[in-house]
C-alpha cells in the first residue's frame, strides 16, 4: 500500500513538473516570420522557424525555416516547403501564382521559383556568390536581386568588372595608390617591388595573412580588411537570360526600391570621396536607369536615411531620417516626388515596419512603446493614429490588403502566431505554439510605473513564482535588457522562454525599462548619456523595491541578470552594492576604453560619452562608467559567460574583470561558449543556449535555494 502511495505522489510530482515551462521548450518555440498577402489579396504567405534535430550531429539541433501558404477566405495553411534546406525573404510573383525565394543547397544561396499550382521549386540563378533580395519587378517583369563580392575580388573579375574601374575614394594603404591594386605581376617573393606585391596579395587570398587598413574591420565573429561590394542585377525569366548590372557597385547603394522601370529611389554615400567607413551620413538620390545618371533628392549634413518604401502609385516615398552621430530615434518622414514636399510623421519611437495602404493615403506603423509593439493606421491627411492590436502585445511582422491586416504577434500567452484583423476583429490563423502552451502553468507578468528622480515614468513588470501561495517567500530574479536602448515588455518575444523557466522554478522575476530604453522617445532614450552606470542603477532597484514591497520576495534570496549592455550594469550594480546575494554578467562591457578597441559596436563611445579614449575629459569619464574600476568593491558571487568569436563588445574585458577577481579571491565562475557570437542566447547554439541557461540557473542555485 506504502509502495502504490509512493508511485502515485512520484506520477503526480512528474505530472506536475511536465506542466512547468521545462528548460527543453525552448527547442520546442517555432517563431513565425513576416507574412505577405498575395497580389489579388485572396491567399497569404509566411516562414516558420523550428529547431530540429541535426541529422549529422547526435545531440545537436539545427535551425530551419520554411515557406507556408494560408487562404484568406477558409484561414486554412499548408506548407510549402520541407526538409533541412531552409528557405528565406519569400515574396509573390507580380501575377500571385508563384512564390520567389531564396535557398542555400550547400554550395551558395541562389533564387528559386515556386508555383502554387505544384511541383518542384525551380532555381532562377546560378550565381557563383550567394543572391538576396530577390523580387519580380511589376513594372517591368525582370527578376531583380542582389549579389556581393569583395572589392579585390571585383578588380580581378573581368566579367563583374570589364571596364576595370576603380574606387574614386581613397583604400587608405599608407602611400600606395589604388591603382597599384590592379596588377598582372607574376608572384615572386624575391621580385621586384610589384612581384612581391603579387606575392603577398596571394598570401591574403590564401588565408596566410589579414592586412587591415579600414576601421570597420571587426565583424560578428571575425575579422576583415576586406570591403565588400553590393551589384544590383536584373534578369529576364526566358530561358537562356542572363543577369545584367544596374549599378556600378563602387557607387555603394545601401537601398533602393523601383519608381517605375526605369527608374529608382537609392541611397548613396554623402561623400563619394572619403573612405565608406568614415562616411556617415548618406543622401537620398533618383537613379534614371536610361541615362545611368543621378539627382540627389535629399541630403542633410549630420543625417542619413534608411529603409525606402514607395507608395503603390509611385508618386510618395517614405523614408527614415536620423542623426549620423549622437542618441536619437529615426524620423519617419514622407517625400511627395511630384512637388518634393516633405511630411514629417510626429511619432519619437523605433519603428520597426512601414506599409502603404491601398490608396496611398495611409501608413500602417509597428512603433516598440512602452513595452508593447501594436499596430498603428496613420492618416497622412488629418495626421491622426488609430491604434488597432492591443498595446501589450508584440507585432513582429504585418502586411495590410484593403482593409484587412496579418500579422505576428507575441504575447504573455502565447510566444508566436500568426493573426488577422478584419472589420476590427482579431483572429488567431496558426496553432505553431499554443498547441503545447496551453499545456503549461504560465506567470503572467503584471505592470506597474514609478516616477524617478528626474521625473522620469518609468515601466516595471512583476511576474510571481508559477505555484505561488500568499505567505509564503519566494527567490527574486532582477532582469536586465541590453541595447541600452533595448526596450522589454510583454510586447517582445526574445526573453519569453527565460522569463517563464524561471518562474517555473519557483523564484519571481522583476524587470524594467530604466533611463536610456527605447520604446519612449528620444529625450528618454538619451538621458543616460554619460551615465550609463550610476542613473540606470538607480531605476532598476527602484523597480526592486517596489517589487519587494509586495510581501512575497525574500531580500536575503535576491539574484540580479543581464547581457550586453546589461552584462555592463550588472557588473556596475554588484560593484556597487551587496544586496543581491548572486549575480550572472553575459557577454558584457566592463573597460570601456578597452570596448572602444575590440568591440564592434565602438560607436557607442563617441556617441555616449562624447569623444574618444585618447582625450583627457573623456578618458576620465570613461574611466568614472567603467565598472572594472569599482572591481576591488564587488564581494557578490559572479559568474561570467562570454561567447569565445563574440566581437560585439568582445572578450578581452571579460577576461580582465575575471581574471582582476580571481586574483583578488573573490567567488567568481567564468564560462565561454566556443564558437560563439553576441547573439549566443537570441538565435545561438541551441545546445549553448540551454548550457548558458542551466548553467546560469544551477550557480544561482548554489545561493538561493
Not at 528559386?112 to 550567394?130: C, H, I, P
Not at 554578467?585 to 563611445?605: C, D, H, I, K, P
Amino acid at each position: 500500500m506504502m509502495r502504490k502511495l509512493f508511485v502515485i505522489l512520484l506520477l503526480s510530482f512528474g505530472a506536475f513538473a511536465q506542466k512547468n515551462i521545462q528548460v527543453t521548450d525552448l527547442l520546442k518555440i517555432k517563431s513565425v516570420g513576416k507574412p505577405s498577402f498575395s497580389p489579388d489579396g485572396q491567399k497569404f504567405l509566411f516562414t516558420v522557424t523550428s529547431v530540429e534535430d541535426d541529422p549529422e550531429t547526435k545531440g545537436d539541433f539545427v535551425y530551419q525555416t520554411h515557406l507556408y501558404v494560408g487562404d484568406v477566405a477558409t484561414k486554412s495553411t499548408r506548407a510549402m516547403t520541407s526538409g533541412k534546406f531552409s528557405i528565406s525573404a519569400p515574396n509573390w510573383a507580380p501575377d500571385g501564382k508563384s512564390i520567389l525565394f531564396t535557398r542555400d543547397l550547400g554550395n551558395k544561396a541562389q533564387v528559386f521559383q515556386l508555383s502554387l499550382a505544384g511541383g518542384e521549386a525551380l532555381a532562377l540563378t546560378n550565381s557563383k556568390v550567394s543572391v538576396q533580395n530577390s523580387s519580380i519587378s511589376k513594372f517591368d517583369g525582370r527578376l531583380y536581386f542582389q549579389s556581393g563580392i569583395s572589392l579585390k575580388d571585383f578588380y580581378s573579375d573581368s566579367l563583374a568588372n570589364p571596364r576595370h574601374l576603380i574606387p574614386s575614394w581613397t583604400l587608405e594603404k599608407p602611400n600606395v595608390a589604388n591603382q597599384s591594386f590592379v596588377s598582372k605581376a607574376k608572384a615572386n617573393p624575391n621580385g621586384m617591388i610589384e612581384e612581391v606585391r603579387a606575392y603577398l596579395s596571394q598570401n591574403e587570398k590564401d588565408k596566410k595573412a589579414k592586412v587591415i587598413n579600414r576601421l570597420n574591420f571587426q565583424e560578428e565573429t571575425a575579422t576583415s580588411g576586406e570591403i565588400q561590394l553590393s551589384t544590383l542585377f536584373a534578369m529576364s525569366l526566358e530561358a537562356g537570360a542572363k543577369p545584367v548590372a544596374i549599378n556600378n557597385p563602387l557607387h555603394r547603394w545601401s537601398d533602393w526600391e523601383q519608381l517605375n522601370a526605369n527608374t529608382f529611389v537609392v541611397i548613396l554615400p554623402a561623400d563619394s570621396l572619403s573612405h565608406p567607413d568614415k562616411v556617415g551620413e548618406n543622401q537620398l538620390v533618383r537613379f534614371d536607369l536610361t541615362t545611368n545618371t543621378y539627382k540627389s533628392l535629399l541630403i542633410k549634413p549630420g543625417h542619413r536615411y534608411s529603409n525606402v518604401t514607395v507608395s503603390n502609385n509611385g508618386e510618395q516615398v517614405a523614408f527614415f531620417e536620423s542623426k549620423s552621430t549622437g542618441v536619437s530615434n529615426a524620423v519617419l518622414k514622407v517625400l511627395n516626388m511630384k512637388n518634393g514636399q516633405i511630411h514629417v510623421v510626429n511619432l519619437d519611437r523605433v519603428i520597426t515596419q512601414v506599409k502603404w495602404s491601398a490608396d496611398d493615403q495611409k501608413l500602417y506603423i509597428s512603433p516598440q512603446d512602452h513595452g508593447g509593439v501594436p499596430l498603428l493606421e496613420y492618416t497622412i491627411a488629418s495626421q491622426q493614429f488609430k491604434t488597432l492590436t492591443s498595446v501589450a502585445d508584440g507585432v513582429l511582422g504585418f502586411d495590410v490588403a484593403g482593409d484587412q491586416l496579418i500579422y505576428t504577434k507575441t504575447s504573455i500567452e502565447n510566444p508566436s502566431e500568426l493573426y488577422m484583423l478584419q472589420a476590427g476583429n482579431e483572429r488567431t490563423i496558426t496553432d505553431f505554439n499554443a498547441s503545447w502552451v496551453r499545456q503549461k502553468s504560465l506567470s503572467k507578468a503584471e505592470k506597474h510605473t514609478f516616477i524617478n528622480k528626474l521625473g522620469q515614468t518609468i515601466d516595471y513588470w512583476v511576474m510571481k513564482p508559477v505555484g505561488y501561495v500568499a505567505g509564503q517567500k519566494y527567490p527574486l530574479v532582477v532582469e536586465i535588457h541590453g541595447g541600452p536602448t533595448a526596450m522589454w515588455g510583454t510586447g517582445e518575444a526574445s526573453m519569453w522562454h527565460e522569463f517563464q523557466y524561471y518562474t517555473a522554478k519557483g523564484w519571481g522575476v522583476v524587470y524594467c525599462n530604466p533611463r536610456g530604453s527605447g520604446g519612449y522617445g528620444t529625450p528618454f532614450m538619451a538621458s543616460n548619456v554619460k551615465d550609463w552606470g550610476a542613473g540606470p542603477m538607480a531605476d532598476v532597484m527602484q523597480a526592486t523595491d517596489l517589487a519587494i514591497k509586495e510581501g512575497w520576495a525574500d531580500t536575503t534570496r535576491l539574484a540580479v541578470t543581464g547581457g550586453s549592455y546589461a552584462g555592463y550594469l550588472v557588473a556596475w550594480i554588484v560593484g556597487h552594492s551587496n544586496r543581491f546575494k548572486v549575480a550572472a554578467t553575459q557577454r558584457g562591457v566592463y573597460e570601456l576604453s578597452t570596448f572602444f578597441g575590440e568591440g564592434n559596436a565602438w560607436r557607442l563611445v563617441p556617441n555616449y560619452f562624447g569623444g574618444y579614449p585618447w582625450e583627457k575629459a573623456t578618458r576620465a569619464i570613461l574611466d568614472r562608467e567603467s565598472p572594472l574600476t569599482y572591481v576591488a568593491n564587488i564581494k557578490t558571487p559572479l559568474i561570467i559567460f562570454h561567447g569565445e568569436n563574440d566581437l560585439r563588445t568582445g572578450v578581452i574585458q571579460s577576461e580582465m574583470l575575471y581574471k582582476s577577481l580571481k586574483q583578488m579571491g573573490r567567488t567568481v565562475e567564468y564560462v565561454r561558449h566556443p564558437g560563439a557570437s553576441h547573439e549566443i542566447t537570441r538565435a545561438g547554439n541551441n545546445r549553448q543556449r540551454i548550457d548558458q541557461m542551466l548553467r546560469t540557473w544551477e550557480f544561482f542555485a548554489r545561493y538561493l535555494e
